[in-house]
T-cell receptor
Framework: GENVEQHPSTLSVQEGDSAVIKCTYSDSASNYFPWYKQELGKRPQLIIDIRSNVGEKKDQRIAVTLNKTAKHFSLHITETQPEDSAVYFCAARNNDMRFGAGTRLTVKP | DGGITQSPKYLFRKEGQNVTLSCEQNLNHDAMYWYRQDPGQGLRLIYYSQIVNDFQKGDIAEGYSVSREKKESFPLTVTSAQKNPTAFYLC????????????FGPGTRLLVL
């Protein structure tokens, strides 16, 4: 089955800097890769997703890149703000959705 | 994702007791899922259902049971066989079970007395 690894587990950046979170997956048949943001005690919220026929997708300050050959995908947040502080999860899906362990991002004002 | 509701927000279980977590959606989604989240960890799949009257075990189904009698409802029962039930339980739904996005409910935090 699919196995998703996510790095780093914690990330601290200064406000205005960029943040990058990386994930690798094992199942080459996975074709859908969402990213979720979860604030403390709340539900995960989808922030961006990418499908396997696309290499990059951008939505304002957030971008995701996908390298199918290497089986890894990354989340890029530019011009970080304190409200970006949360836990971010990547996921990969073929038949089932598999989640990474999460990255706790802290943006220092 | 506002169309998915879970209740209660907090639930306390006594030793040997079965408890049921509610999940309802009004999004007309075919597929529904239950995940367990432990502190500092990702989401692990307990059960999922692709269609009414059908459901499949996920990675950690032992000690749990589900039913899918209606499209909009997918309750999860935590049985007494689940020895470590304390966790945050998240329900999700998607239009289908392919590349569609999963949307999450607000979660239920289960604590053992």
């Amino acid at each position: 089955g699919e196995n998703v690894e996510q790095h780093p587990s914690t990330l601290s950046v200064q406000e205005g800097d960029s943040a990058v979170i990386k994930c690798t997956y094992s199942d080459s048949a996975s074709n859908y890769f969402p990213w979720y943001k979860q604030e403390l005690g709340k539900r995960p919220q989808l922030i961006i997703d990418i499908r396997s026929n696309v290499g990059e997708k951008k939505d304002q300050r957030i971008a995701v890149t996908l390298n199918k050959t290497a089986k890894h995908f990354s989340l890029h947040i530019t011009e970080t703000q304190p409200e970006d502080s949360a836990v971010y999860f990547c996921a990969a899906r073929n038949n089932d959705m598999r989640f990474g362990a999460g990255t706790r991002l802290t943006v220092k004002p | 994702d506002g169309g998915i509701t879970q209740s209660p927000k907090y639930l306390f279980r006594k030793e040997g007791q079965n408890v049921t977590l509610s999940c309802e959606q009004n999004l007309n989604h075919d597929a529904m899922y239950w995940y367990r989240q432990d502190p500092g960890q990702g989401l692990r799949l307990i059960y999922y259902s692709q269609i009414v009257n059908d459901f499949q075990k996920g990675d950690i189904a032992e000690g749990y049971s589900v039913s899918r009698e209606k499209k909009e409802s997918f309750p999860l029962t935590v049985t007494s066989a689940q020895k470590n039930p304390t966790a945050f339980y998240l329900c999700a739904s998607s239009i289908g079970s392919g590349q569609e996005t999963q949307y999450f409910g607000p979660g239920t935090r289960l604590l053992v007395l």
